[in-house]
């Protein structure tokens, strides 16, 4: 009775070394690709002055009451006060003017 329950547990951690091993050498799936390029650079431009300038999302974003991710920054030229969410279609930054 203790050698067939060795033997299964024995033939169980080989199957899930297996499983680990594979999951380790997968390439990345399509999810984690989109993941990674939302968290890619873009290259934006200030409302007021047309000054582009580079905006890197946050790994903790704010998301405000109506359920977007929100940013409050500075123009780095001309210093104006602007507001911005993520386009949840094409996950980029949409700006204006901070009222």
Sequence with gaps: MWEKARVRFYLE???????FKSS???????NQTKIQEALDPQTVACPKCHAEFVF???SAAHIDDYGFES???ECPQCGT???GIIDPA???LLL???S
């Design 13 to 19: 951690v080989q199957v899930f070394e297996q499983i």
């Design 24 to 30: 380790n050498e997968a390439p990345m799936t399509p």
């Design 71 to 73: 940013y409050q920054l």
């Design 96 to 98: 204006s003017q901070a």
């Design 90 to 92: 094409d996950d980029k």
């Design 56 to 58: 890197y999302r946050s």
């Design 81 to 83: 006060p602007l507001s």
